[in-house]
């Protein structure tokens, strides 16, 4: 299995931006496609964007898309979300997540191991 520890995160303004990293350790890191979770107080853990093993595919929430990057460097077993133009509606704790199926999906259920987390609070 595979151990995933997220950091980055941290309070940020309206409008700003962060960086959330996640390193993996175990079992080799290309095995899994990865996600980004994330979950807000009194609210379902919703996803926020995920890439194929190699990281060629990649998918993100409708309700974010154009202010984020997944991306993931296997030489480094890491794997990045950029967020940008950030909305208090965005602050949550961030969690990666690793997935042995082969392709990336949206369903939080298809995750298999998951980080700790990291807060991101966005204030207005």
């Known amino acids: 299995q595979v151990q995933l520890l997220e950091s980055g995160g941290g309070l940020v303004q309206t409008g700003g931006s962060l960086r959330l990293s996640c390193a993996a350790s175990?079992?080799?890191?290309?095995?899994?496609?990865m996600g980004w979770l994330r979950h807000a107080p009194g609210q379902h853990r919703e996803f926020v964007a995920a890439n194929s093993r190699s990281g060629g595919n990649t998918i993100y929430a409708a309700s974010m898309k154009g202010r984020l990057t997944i991306s993931r460097d296997n030489a480094k077993n890491t794997l990045y979300l950029q967020m940008i133009s950030l909305k208090p509606e965005d602050t949550a704790v961030y969690s990666c997540a690793a997935s042995e199926a082969v392709l990336p999906g949206i369903r939080v259920a298809q995750y298999d191991y998951w980080g700790q987390g990291t807060q991101v609070t966005v204030s207005s």
């Open positions: 175990g079992r080799t890191f290309i095995s899994y496609s």
